[in-house]
């Protein structure tokens, strides 16, 4: 499992990097505070609500593959691996992208930029959960989890954060496979092999991952530019951003019917897919009705958007999970 951030739900973490940066209450002594405020530091480097986001697509794969409940010891050991993994490549990005966070208003409070925390301890900091989250997932998981956890990790860190992000639109499209991961984890965790199913879960988390993404950017487009990262937003028009989000809004809808016929779930799921994508397409027109009259970024609102793909991917995995049980 790796970070769903890449780009895309940054503004998920601002309440860990806030964490970080308050001051310890009043009543203690200088050293307590100092070690409140290093801890607060480095949980705020694993961007604790971006794992949030992780699990709400591992566990209810281990569902869906499970035919009902799986082994709650199993569930559990499953959520904390990808934890540790997932927390493994944020500090890593973290400390990879920290001249860019020190450039965008959103993200300059961030344990690094603040230098609350070095670059090399985070680095070390980073590359010990990566070891352990995989050592964990091998050990009392499947080898097979775990490697795919890793492959996870090395694909945000290398092919996302390290090749694409700086240098191409497309970073968030491709360097969003990272993000993908996590259903394969939680079905492989349940039946140690792969299957046509947690595929489709994927294809769900890749063509959401732009829509999801660019909308944020649409907020915050005055800070990648000044950053110089190329997302969507900062180098085409709004138009064309919002045609090419309603159009990856079509496809996930499309991708997340077809879990209904290749994994043989019931009424719920379908149903709680296909109203929960109306929703989703409604948000992706309406945000391209408003490029279209040429409104600003502010009143493009493209945060409507942001908030309900983050509602949608939940429920319509949620419904996934719960489907098997009334079954």
Known sequence: MTSIDVGRAAAEDRSATDLAARPADGGHDGRTASLRDVLGAYVGLTKP??????LVTTV??????AGGVPPLLLVLNTMLGGCLAAASANVVNCVLDRDIDEQMRRTRRRPLPRHAVGPGAAAVFGAVLGVAATLYLGFFVNWLSAGLALAANAFYVVVYTLLLKRRTSQNIVWGGIAGCFPPLIGW????????LAPFVLFAIVFFWTPPHTWALAFRYREDYAAAKVPMLPVVAPAPAVAARILAYSVVTVAVSLALWPVAGTGWLYPTVAAVTGVALLWESLQLLLRARRGLTDAALRPMRLFHWS???LALVFVAAAVD????
């Open 60 to 65: 209810p794969a281990m569902f869906l593959a």
């Open 310 to 312: 983050n509602s949608y």
């Open 49 to 54: 609500r971006i794992i949030e986001l992780l």
């Open 188 to 195: 492989t965790a349940v039946t140690g092999s792969v299957a």
């Open 324 to 327: 098997p049980l009334l079954r």
